[in-house]
């Protein structure tokens, strides 16, 4: 069984995306709605309800748990890997991955394991932009871990602040072509201008709006959307470690909101149409 968490239901478009590649994999999913939004939290609290629900995962019989949320990952994901899960009793068999790693790989054409620039990506000169919320943007991860590998690569970022809760609360069609095209203007002006070679979907809200970006970006910009992205990585990944997989024959979905799972769930069709219902974890 492999588990995937997110403070809310922007992760679903990523569990979706792995139900559709692993159709013989248990998945559990667990939404912190008890705690969203995460975004404006202390990074103290975000870790802390990080771990709190990887914990409830791994005691689910989640041995692997992907946290399918950008805020999680770029602040508890560190944390919980090199200091909480090394002295936890889930120590043996069990880890813990996020879905920035793989959003780099895809953006830098250069593996996660690759931390120092490496011909032809040392001499990359492309511009990257990235898109996401306050809290993803301001942690400067994608920058940090682009430059890493690519360090002549441009990265331009814009808070697209209003977008998630906007998709999420199923506002008109006009409203979110307003957003994104308001998004994309102000990182070209912040650009000079100059259009991006690649641009990542840094939230797993965006991807429902993939088409207006589209729209707005020019034809030759490569937009990467989080969900297909992580699922080639978790793909290659569990091809290599299929203990992860020991077990799975079903492949059940099984959905937990730390909220009110009436509610959550039909908030939760906006991300998929035929969700399963949500319980109370």
Request: glycine fraction near 8%.
């Amino acid at each position: 069984m492999i588990g995937v968490f997110d403070s809310g239901l922007g992760g679903l478009t990523v569990l979706r995306a792995l139900v559709a590649r692993f159709n013989t994999v248990d998945f559990v999913y667990l939404a912190d709605h008890a705690h969203v939004p995460y975004g404006n939290k202390p990074s103290e609290d975000v870790i802390g309800y990080t771990r709190d629900c990887v914990e409830e995962l791994f005691s689910r019989g989640s041995k692997l748990v992907l946290l399918g949320c950008n805020t999680a990952t770029a602040v508890a994901l560190r944390r919980l890997q090199q200091q909480w899960l090394p002295e936890s009793k889930w120590a043996a068999g069990h880890n813990v991955l996020g879905i920035v790693a793989p959003t780099v790989e895809g953006a830098t054409q250069t593996p996660w394991a690759v931390t120092s620039p490496q011909y032809p990506q040392k001499y990359n000169t492309d511009t990257i932009a990235v898109f996401g919320t306050t809290r993803t943007i301001t942690s400067g991860v994608y920058p940090e871990e682009i430059r890493k590998r690519c360090p002549k690569v441009t990265v331009v970022q814009q808070i697209c602040s209003e977008l998630a809760g906007a998709i999420e609360d199923k506002r008109p069609e006009a409203e979110l072509d307003r957003l994104v095209r308001e998004g994309v203007e102000a990182m070209l002006a912040s650009n000079g201008n100059m259009p991006p070679h690649r641009a990542i979907l840094g939230c797993t809200h965006f991807p429902l709006v993939e088409h207006l970006f589209r729209k707005y970006l020019p034809p030759f910009t490569r937009i990467l959307s989080q969900p297909e992205v992580v699922a080639d990585s978790f793909e290659d990944y569990l091809a290599r470690r299929t203990n992860y997989l020991n077990g799975d024959e079903r492949g059940s979905v099984t959905l937990l909101t730390t909220g009110d799972p009436q509610d959550v769930s039909e908030k939760a069709r906006v991300f998929w149409s035929d969700v399963p219902a949500f319980a109370r974890a």
